[in-house]
Each structure stands twice: as structure tokens, then as C-alpha cells.
């Protein structure tokens, strides 16, 4: 073995990677961006109804107009907020937002494997593998790109959620929010669940 | 067992197949940098400034040592090379095995999760890299190296 044939083919592969990197157009940056998840603000959450009534019947008359005045507003301001920052990345929820979601009828979708998924998932959830092969994406496509998806796995250190989260905002779906915390919290809350297949 | 590994014709074929193996696995991640580094990023092992380091380099590596094998130029630098990475490549999946991540092992491109099956195939590569050093592979050379 010749050292100096070693070093030179190491070193040749290592200069052409670096420049192949710098003129490809799918290059990488040198360093790796750390993937922050931006959580949503708590406030942007909407008051259902009912409490709204039981809140208001308690304050006396002027704030009852006072309330009544600013509170829509609030709401509309809180929302534009909220629909700009969806145009920027997905953002992710917490329990309590995903539980609303759910609610309202947002698409959850499950990143595990298909045996985890068919141990237990969130009631009405569909299985897309971040790993797995793609025909899995096919379900995509009965999703309409307007559609408030939710997309999650175990739970806090799993990040398959963040993974295909960014991938279907990538893929146009604009309404992307990364459920973290995850199956974990879903259980721990007795939220409702199914077993088996999709 | 001597007498077939220094036979010419099958130092010939095993050296061909690694080679075939790492241009098609270096070819791949050169195809998809951004897939590699998530690959790299999820096994959990590297500091992340190092991650993309090593997604832009390693699979030129693969690709020039492969290319180089293939056409039988420094036949034992470039299986040390490949035998080394393998042996890089095999800590790191039982690594994640350990750790009880059901990671993609990120070995030619999407679908191949990290388990036994990834170590056994890389195990037996290492082999034949380990018995490219010690026997060489002189057939169908295009450097004429008379001397080691």
C-alpha cells in the first residue's frame, strides 16, 4: 500500500465534494441550520363559544361592550397574524391547540411506521410513513392543499412529525402545523383513539 | 481457501462488485445532498456543524474510490478506504440499533432501515475489501505497478 496514493485519492475526492457542493444549485450550506420549531402563540387560540357566553355574563354592562367590541377585532388581528406566519413554515402545537384542530376537523396525519400506527393512533388519522416507501403519498393526493393538516409521531423526541411536516409544506400544502408532544400527550389525555390499519 | 482468493478471475469479480456498489451508493447521495444530511443528521452521532461536512465529502469518497477500484488503479488504497468507511458505516447502524432508532440507515438513498441485514451486508464487504489488500487485484489493471 502506498501512502501517498491514499492521501492524494482522500484529499482529491474531499476538494472535488467541496467544489461540486459550491457550484451545484441543490449545494448545501457548509453548516447544517438547526430546524427551530416555532411554536403558535397561546392567544391565537379562539375562545370556544361557551365559555365566551359563561366569561361575559359575569362582567358587569360596560365591559360587556367594551368586550364585545375588542374581542372581535383581537380575534381577526390574532388570525391575519397567524395565516402570515403559516405562508413562512409550518408551525407547531401543542396538546392543547391540536385538540381544537382536531375539533374543527383537521386532517391529522400519522409520520410512525404502519405496525406503530396500527397499535393505536389518534381516531380518524392517516398513516404516511416519513421513511417508508412512497406509495404511501398517494394518499396526498385526496388532500386538498387548503385542508389544516396536523402532522405528528411519538411524541417530544421524535422528529419524523418536523420531517414530513416540512415536506408537505414543501409540497404547497400552505396550513402545516407539527403536532409536538405527539401520540405520547394524545394518550396521556384519553383523547380518542382506533387500533388497526387505515 | 488461499488458492481461491488468489485466484485473478475472482479477486476480478469481488473487486468489480464493491466497486459497482459504492459508485451506485456515491452516485446517489451526490443526487440528493439535502437527503443525506438528514440521513447523516438522524443517526445522532455527530456534532451537527460536522453533519453537512461530511454529506458534501463522503459520498465523492465512495464515488472516486469505486471508480478507481473498478478500473484497478491503487487497487489496495482504495479497498483500505472502502473497507475503512464500511467499518465506519457498521458502527454507526449497530450504534443506532443499540439506541433503539428506526432510523432510515440512509445507505442508497430512501427505503433501507438501519437492522442486522445492513450490518451482514456490510460485514461481507468488509471481507472482501480486507482480502482486495491482502491479495491485490492484478487483472485487468490500467497502472502498471510492478512494485508495492
Request: charge should be neutral; glycine fraction near 4%; hydrophobic fraction near 40%.
Given at each position: 500500500m502506498i501512502k501517498k496514493n491514499l492521501l492524494a485519492i482522500i484529499f482529491s475526492s474531499l476538494t472535488i465534494g467541496f467544489i461540486y457542493n459550491a457550484i451545484n444549485p441543490n449545494g448545501i450550506p457548509l453548516i447544517r441550520e438547526q430546524r427551530t420549531l416555532e411554536f403558535v402563540q397561546e392567544d391565537t387560540i379562539l375562545v370556544p363559544s361557551e365559555s365566551l357566553k359563561s366569561e361575559t355574563s359575569t362582567v358587569d354592562s360596560t365591559n360587556l361592550v367594551q368586550s364585545s367590541i375588542t374581542r372581535p377585532s383581537d380575534q381577526s388581528d390574532n388570525q391575519n397574524k397567524n395565516?402570515?406566519?403559516?405562508f413562512v413554515k409550518p408551525l407547531a402545537i401543542k396538546i392543547g391547540k391540536a385538540y381544537q384542530l382536531y375539533l374543527q376537523g383537521?386532517?391529522?396525519?400519522?409520520?410512525?411506521?404502519?405496525?406503530?400506527?396500527a397499535e393505536g393512533h389518534i381516531k380518524g388519522a392517516i398513516n404516511i410513513p416519513f421513511d417508508g416507501d412512497e406509495s404511501y403519498r398517494d394518499i396526498l393526493k385526496t388532500i386538498g392543499k387548503d385542508e389544516i393538516i396536523v402532522t405528528y409521531c411519538n411524541g417530544t423526541e421524535c422528529d419524523l412529525s418536523i420531517l414530513l411536516g416540512d415536506e408537505l409544506f414543501e409540497k404547497g400544502y400552505k396550513r402545516v402545523y407539527i403536532f409536538f408532544g405527539g401520540w405520547n400527550d394524545w394518550l396521556e389525555k384519553g383523547y380518542p383513539?382506533?387500533?388497526g390499519e387505515q | 481457501?488461499?488458492?481461491?482468493?488468489?485466484?485473478q478471475y475472482f479477486l476480478l469479480i469481488i473487486r468489480i462488485i464493491i466497486a459497482m456498489v459504492?459508485?451506485?451508493?456515491?452516485?446517489?447521495?451526490?443526487?440528493?445532498?439535502?437527503?443525506?444530511?438528514?440521513?447523516?443528521?438522524?443517526y445522532r452521532i455527530l456534532p451537527i456543524e460536522t453533519i453537512n461536512i461530511l454529506a458534501i465529502t463522503l459520498p465523492w469518497l465512495e464515488l472516486i474510490s469505486g471508480i478507481l477500484l473498478l478500473f484497478g488503479i491503487s487497487v489496495k488504497e482504495n479497498a483500505a478506504i472502502i473497507g475503512t468507511l464500511l467499518l465506519v458505516f457498521?458502527?454507526?447502524v449497530a450504534l443506532s440499533m443499540i439506541r433503539g432508532l428506526d432510523i432510515d440507515c440512509g445507505c442508497f438513498g430512501k427505503g433501507n432501515m438501519v437492522g442486522w441485514r445492513k450490518i451482514g451486508e456490510n460485514s461481507l464487504m468488509l471481507i472482501i475489501c480486507v482480502v482486495l489488500m491482502a491479495f491485490d487485484s492484478r487483472i485487468i489493471l490500467l497502472n502498471d505497478r510492478k512494485t508495492d
Open positions: 395565516e402570515q406566519q403559516e383537521a386532517k391529522f396525519i400519522d409520520a410512525r411506521m404502519p405496525e406503530e400506527f383513539i382506533s387500533k | 481457501m488461499k488458492k481461491v482468493f488468489s485466484n459504492f459508485i451506485y451508493a456515491g452516485a446517489e447521495k451526490i443526487s440528493d445532498p439535502k437527503g443525506f444530511s438528514q440521513s447523516i443528521y438522524n457498521i458502527i454507526a
